[in-house]
């Protein structure tokens, strides 16, 4: 794995990794079994199996993604924990299909996997802290900015804040849309004194 980019935000960062993967896995991806969300404004779908990464054809991208969530626990933020991928899901998006803006809910960070590229597969990002005071800037950075687009690339995982908010852009293209979402917690100890807690997942 290789870390692309990585882009600040006011509640945390974005990371863009680069994965070295020998297998083609976006034929996996067709293979699923999806369902709507039940929610007229969530057209895209998921796969009705919502632990992924436990199937054993994706254990070289299971260790990928874990070595990413490592390097940028461990190395960037550097706290002392380890971690637990709680859930691993599939989407599809055809054409003219999007998500809505959301979060994710009862996590810590969360990432997205791509298994194939096309220009119009767009995710987008939004910062929900707004100043009082809002002007056109004459060149929009990082601290103007509250939207943040980003085409990923074949095989690219982007880990973020579970909490930061994001969508699915109409998908333009032809081609059908697929990635892996998945939640992440940390385990064992985590916190400090009073905030101190202890997680264990089997």
Sequence with gaps: MKI???TLILKGSIFNFQLDLSKDYLKFFKNFK???TGDDYYPSKISK?????NNKNFKELNLEINKCFKYVINNIYEYDCNFFITKSWATKAEQDQYSMSHRHSNSWLS???YPDFDPA???EFYNDVHNTFIT?????NIHNSTQWKF???KNSLIIFPSEL???ILINKSQKTRYSLSLNVLPQGIFGYKDTEVFFKFE
């Design 34 to 36: 999806y369902t709507g």
């Design 121 to 123: 597969f767009i995710i």
């Design 49 to 53: 199996n919502l632990n992924i990464l």
């Design 4 to 6: 692309l980019e990585q």
């Design 165 to 167: 908010r994001h969508k």
């Design 136 to 140: 056109v800037p004459k060149n929009y």
């Design 151 to 153: 085409i990923p690339k």
């Design 111 to 113: 990432a997205v996997y």
